[in-house]
Nanobody, 125 residues
């Protein structure tokens, strides 16, 4: 069982930056692929970024590539999302998610077993 808690959301002007954190419980954090997903009002939850359990591979949605960076610190059981050059269309509730690491990386919401409650990110124009 993994419990995830996000923090770091807030209100920022377009062009600004935020750093989200996802703190995980449990002693096997390092065995899980971790991801960030977001959901804007009236829209489906969508993939943002994923980092594999080894930390060696990262994947990004085209819409955030070059602006967002996902990372993890297994010693602290924490994952991060550094968001730069924020745009109003980045406004959403950001959720972290976890799935036990395997041979293949999964970039869809249905592939993740554990979810946090989310943190609101609002980007004003």
């Amino acid at each position: 069982q993994v419990t995830l808690v996000e923090s770091g959301g807030g209100l920022v002007q377009a062009g600004g930056s935020l750093r989200l954190s996802c703190a995980a419980s449990g002693r096997t954090f390092s065995s899980y692929d971790m991801g960030w997903f977001r959901q804007a009002p009236g829209k489906e939850r969508e993939f943002v970024a994923v980092i594999t359990w080894t930390g060696g591979n990262t994947y990004y949605a085209d819409s955030v590539k070059g602006r967002f960076t996902i990372s993890r610190d297994n010693a602290k059981n924490t994952m991060y999302l550094q968001m730069n050059s924020l745009k109003p269309e980045d406004t959403a509730v950001y959720h972290c998610a976890a799935r036990f690491g395997g041979r293949f990386v999964v970039l869809t919401t249905s592939g993740y077993d554990y979810w946090g409650q989310g943190t609101q990110v609002t980007v004003s124009s």
